[in-house]
């Protein structure tokens, strides 16, 4: 999910939550009907069968008893099924989540991966991963099918709606329940941004807009797993004429990941993303345009249950002297246009958060302090849309959820596009550490 550059106006959000509101789901043990099957047999069976008197004259036959066969066990899911929708924890039991791209540290960081002492004590911190494993894997698998199934014709509801129910079947956590979402799901509303639209567009309800063959499609998906946030993103077209556009911006993230790491300057990252970006061009329709990185935009820090965290990463070069620390975790992620290169607030509302920074208001609305109780127990801080509030069951809330806005308790985040007829493009990883760089795969 994008961030904004650092300006006055914009306020980022806090962590509120601590993580402790459950674990996500693990495969149930035993199978209904195991019990049954394992007495199934206990019928005697002897050989009193191959005894069996003549009837009496004019008796009738009694049939002879067949034995029963067991019910054999159902084995464990050993693959996904197309929708996704297997648990992880059955896929990969005693949370054996597979590792994400590594990227080996370079320069005065190379001993961190040539020091054994240093690995070991990296490797004594691996239970931090173990969260972000489950999410990304979860990603992984729900990126690759909707990447797979993603066709002209489809309205964005129903491509919206595909993902996000899939990432809740993966985690085993549906969020009907009160606070169910806050456990592990969806990680914030997914993205679905068409041409100049470059972030924090999903459709409302009642919305009907169908993807065309001549879109350029940026899909951003949040997945979470006890508040921590895997945030990575792609963008599909149907039409070659736009390959160079996708091309640079994929390239410019990969620059960003493999130049990140602890003590990395956040200005100096920003020139390496930027040069990478601007060295390709895109011709549409006989005109060439210059990819430009969309200058007002940056990757950032995430943090349990917060989606944007205290640090911004430029994808311009910038004086910022901020460093990458230990423990950080990073979303890397660029954004390309053949229009300005800068992008303005401008379109319906879909994307909110509440804020932690907020203002005491003594609420006046009856139907504010209602929505808001709904927001706190069902997701805290974690941003969501209009559509997660629809499927809890709750009407007329929108005069509430202004409310909400207006006295600086929860954040709204308009769409953010540049101009329009011009193009943009996103990728995106999310970067953890130590002892590798851990990614998730934007491929």
């Known amino acids: 999910m994008a961030a904004k550059a650092p300006s006055d106006e914009l306020k980022k959000l806090s962590v509120s939550e601590n993580g402790t509101n459950g674990k996500a789901a693990t495969a149930n043990g035993a199978k209904s009907g195991d019990a049954a ?20 004259p004019g008796a009738a036959k009694k049939k ?6 067991p019910k054999k066990k159902k084995k464990a899911p050993t693959s996904q099924t197309d929708p996704p929708s297997v648990l992880m924890s059955q896929l990969f039991p005693n949370n054996t989540y597979p590792k994400g791209e590594e990227v080996e540290y370079k320069n005065e960081n190379h001993y961190r991966t040539t020091s054994e002492e240093k690995r070991h004590l990296d490797n004594l911190n691996n239970e931090f991963l173990i969260d972000y494993r489950h999410a990304a894997e979860t990603h992984r698998q729900v990126r690759q099918w909707a990447q797979k199934n993603i066709k002209p014709g489809q ?18 956590h549906d969020g009907l329940a009160e606070g169910d979402a806050k456990i592990a799901g969806v990680g914030f509303p997914t993205g679905l941004n068409l041409d100049h639209i470059a972030a924090h567009f999903t459709p409302n309800a009642g919305n009907k807009t169908v993807l065309q ?26 039409d070659p004429m736009y390959d160079n556009l996708l091309a640079a911006v994929k390239d410019a993230t990969n620059t960003g990941v493999r130049e990140a790491g602890i003590d990395v300057r956040l200005g100096e990252l920003g020139g390496y993303i930027q040069e990478t970006m601007e060295s390709y061009e895109c011709e549409i329709n006989g005109t060439t345009y210059p990819i430009k990185s969309i200058r007002n935009l940056t990757g950032h820090t995430i943090l349990p249950y917060s989606i944007h965290g205290t640090k911004s990463v430029p994808i311009v070069k910038s004086a910022d002297n901020t460093k990458m620390e230990e423990g950080d975790v990073f979303a890397i992620e660029t954004f390309g246009s053949t229009g300005n290169g800068y992008v303005h607030d401008e379109g319906e509302v879909s994307h909110y958060a509440l804020r932690t ?17 709904v927001i706190k127990k069902n997701f805290g801080t974690l941003p969501f849309a209009r559509r997660y509030i629809d499927r809890l069951g709750q009407e007329k809330y929108l005069l509430g959820l202004n409310n909400l806005v207006q006295t600086g308790i929860v ?7 540049d101009k329009k007829g011009s193009y943009t493009a996103q990728f995106e990883h999310v ?3 130590p002892i590798f760089q851990q990614s998730t795969d934007i491929s």
Not at 64 to 69: A, G, M
């Open 431 to 433: 970067s953890s550490e």
């Open 357 to 373: 920074d907020a203002p005491k208001v003594d609420l006046r609305l009856s139907s504010a302090k209602s929505l808001l109780n």
């Open 411 to 417: 954040e709204d985040y308009p769409p953010l596009l």
């Open 64 to 69: 002879k008893n067949k034995k029963k066969k």
């Open 213 to 238: 063959q001549s879109n350029v499609m940026k899909v951003d998906i949040g997945v979470h797993v006890n508040g921590k946030i895997v945030d990575s993103a792609f963008t599909m077209s149907f």
């Open 37 to 56: 099957a394992e007495n199934s047999g206990d019928d005697s069976e002897d050989d009193a069968d191959d005894q069996v008197a003549e009837p009496a």
């Open 155 to 172: 309205t964005l509801t129903e491509i919206a709606e595909g993902i996000e129910d899939s990432i809740r079947r993966l985690v085993g």
